[in-house]
């Protein structure tokens, strides 16, 4: 150990900025480490587990997954999945799901919005978007937190995958539509 300390000694004589330039940089990598990662995980991918529909409408279908919900601060983490009846163009791409990260305070009732993923009909990422998680008041068509919160039992089975989801909120679309058609 002496003789290692001593050659790192000689080396620092001869190299003293180096080592200066190196903590400089470490410290420079440390900070833009710390600000960037959480964007990393902000983005979630297509979920391919099982998920719970929670809404319907005429352009779409809205599903919680139901596994790794993750609590932190009182607030619970939930990917939530929108499937796009027909796919719209943004920037270009044809966007046929939305997979997007909340935060979501039961107490309060209220949404964080952490970042979103925007897919093809084949699952490509096409487009992503990152939100400054501001707390904001459930619309209308946010019934995750009715879901998840306050115990709303939802009348559509499970699915596993996304591509099950499409499929399932457009049978269910369907089958609202041809009630509504025969006015029952």
Not at 64 to 83: F, M, P, S
Request: glycine residues 8%; aromatic residues 12%; negative net charge.
């Amino acid at each position: 150990m002496k003789e290692w300390i001593s050659r790192f000694s000689e080396w620092y004589a001869r190299h003293p900025r180096l080592l200066s330039i190196g903590v400089f940089l470490a410290i420079g990598a440390y900070a833009v480490f710390s600000n960037f990662w959480p964007l990393f995980f902000a983005i979630p991918p297509l979920p391919t587990g099982k998920m719970q529909m929670v809404s319907l409408a005429l352009d779409g279908a809205r599903f919680v997954v139901t596994e790794d919900h993750t609590e932190k601060d009182g607030k619970l983490r939930a990917d939530i999945l929108l499937t796009f009846e027909k796919p719209f163009k943004a920037e270009g791409a044809a966007i046929s799901f939305e997979a997007k990260r909340e935060w979501i305070d039961c107490a309060k009732s209220r949404i964080e919005l952490e970042g979103a993923g925007f897919y093809d009909e084949h699952g490509e990422k096409v487009l992503t978007r990152y939100f400054d998680r501001k707390p904001e008041a459930p619309e209308l068509g946010d019934l995750e937190v009715e879901y998840l919160c306050h115990g709303r039992k939802p009348d559509a089975p499970a699915v596993i995958g996304y591509h099950s989801a499409m499929q399932q909120g457009r049978t269910l679309r369907s089958d609202l539509e041809t009630r509504v058609h025969l006015g029952q």
